[in-house]
């Protein structure tokens, strides 16, 4: 009986399935991919222009070149799910099963990167039958993921993580900044291999604000101002990060502060790299209030998150604790949790389908601290919970994913910071290793624009080093290349070789999957208690768990001590946590200006 029913269900969602796939493959309105695949075997190594106009996605293999075979099907799979390569080797797909697609970007979101059978229509998408071959290439370095447009949602995924290609090996300097700068958000755009910085100021002087992004061309390694400008002063502190919408992708930011006035925005703008153009976008962030920073901002899922934040109005300035989720073109939603602690400045990423953080701000009466408080958020589950705390306070700074770990970037103002060290934490073993793999970078600085192509790359820029704004820029690089000259003090001289050399050797570091099941850090479920012994370390166990509802009362010790000790006093009330903030009572202006964000 139970078999019986069993077997039902099964033939039951294999008919949706399938249903699924004809109703797609109808819409597709491409047939000259199913009938004569070997057609587009032919066409796929030439080098396409994408609907972005992206001539060199599809790039020329290089002698060295390697051809790693993926077979697309006959379940839905494809296999393997993962491969690992250097810049300049080529994927090939083969269909073994019909109705299927590659599709590049995050499940299940199309951000037309590449895409079967020829790197064009990637959104809506075309479907390619048994027999089908698609080829692409990867010029460059980083995680490329992609999947089936019709069967992303039954888990039909894939990555190809892409490494090499840059040189020199570890730190050196790169090119000044168009302009000393603080306070600018670093995004690095996977779909021309660039990195931004977007928003900031050249000082703390009214009317300091820049006005159009900054472009890092790594192989040209140059900077560039570009054409495009913000749409308003606001533009210090942003959260920014990559999200596509209708297929394409765009760098979108939010919030912001300017310098001097009182108060923040809570408008969203996009901007598109490839054509260098600024749009405004129609949902300004409900909980910005016109006088929250944003706090930590990392993207999952074609989503922005932003973890707490700076109320630099309210009892002049303190931290706030509330997570915000952003979805193109116009979703704004308040999640369910509240981080343990309120705090500003969080250094957050995401690795795997969870987001991390390590220290961040607490802010209290308008004075910034350093913290160590260092959490793991499940957005999915709406659960949030402590990790080892990171070994220094730090804050005003980021977290990047960098082969499956997390990376804290210097940062800090209370002494001795700001730093250039380096935190790596390991989720699987819950874990920090300091300067290693990646080593301190040159000049110590806080509130700068950083970012990595998350394999191979890690780019930053400017920031207060230790109090004056520099231009200084320092890119770094795994594998490859001779090992650099120290870099640091920065000055006029810098630009060191331009790069275009590269040993396609690549030592291939780390486990480049980012896929992080639970495990030892543990998002467990409703204890209250959230005790954790200081030193911690070793132990994946003890991890602590103020669950999502139960933090809205969490207890904060403003000192900074560097075990962090959140105790989430987690009296599980029954009430979901989004206590709505007080509304924003009208209240007397300062008369002196509040803490500078
Ligand atoms: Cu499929």
Redesign the pocket.
Known sequence: MKKLSTAGRFIFWLAIIFTI?FLVRAESGDRRASTHPQKELAVAPITIFDENGQPDVNGVPSATSTIFDVT??PD?AFHPSTVNISVGDTVRWTWS?S???VTSGQPCVPDSQYCSPNDTNCFPGT?SNIGTVYTHTFSRSGTYSYH?????L?G?TGVVNVSGGCAPSGWSAGPVLPSVGVRLAGVYFQANGKFYAMGGRASDSAGSEFTHPFEYDPVANAWTTKSATYPDAHVNNMACGVLADAGTPYIYCVGGSQVTVVGTFDRVFRYDPVTDVISAVAAPWPGGLSMVLPGGFTVFNNKLYILGGFDTVTGGGQGTNQIWEFTPPTTWVQKPSVLPVPLGYIPTTTIGSLIYTGGGSDITAGVLTDTTNSFVYNPVANTIGTIAAIPRATGETRALNFNGKMLVMGGGRTAPNPSNEVDAYTPGTNTWAVNSPVAAFGTARRNFPTDTDGTTRIWLAGGYAPTSPTDSTERFCVGGGPTPTPTSTATATATATPTATRTPTATPTASPTPTVTASSTAIATATSTATRTPTATATSTAVSTATATAAATATRTPTATPTATTTPAATPTGTPGITPRPAPTPRPRPTTPPPRP
């Open positions: 796939t697309v099907g839905f099963g109705g299927h697609s479907l089936c447009i019709s069967h992303c039954l039909m």
